[in-house]
């Protein structure tokens, strides 16, 4: 092998060290950043057979019950969520 192959790869690997952890790193930082729905959350879910579901859903201090099937998403109850208040930790 002769000087300018061994330094061709020389800078390959090195152009990959730097560029694989660097396009990792942004990919996380975007995919926070643009994250939506972070106040939803799913409390329960129950399963009625095959495609079918019961879930309790919390959002914006209340509390949703969905039924959900392959094709509709049905909202059944809806109701305040008043035992869900947040305590702050003294520290």
Known sequence: MDSTMIWG???MVLALV???PSAFYVTRWYGRKHT???NLCIK???SLGSNRALYVVEWESE???LGVTNQTITILDRKEDTQCVKEEVPS
């Open 9 to 11: 790869l020389v800078r």
């Open 18 to 20: 730097i560029i694989v």
């Open 36 to 38: 939506v729905g972070q």
């Open 44 to 46: 329960e879910a129950l």
């Open 63 to 65: 509390r949703y019950l």
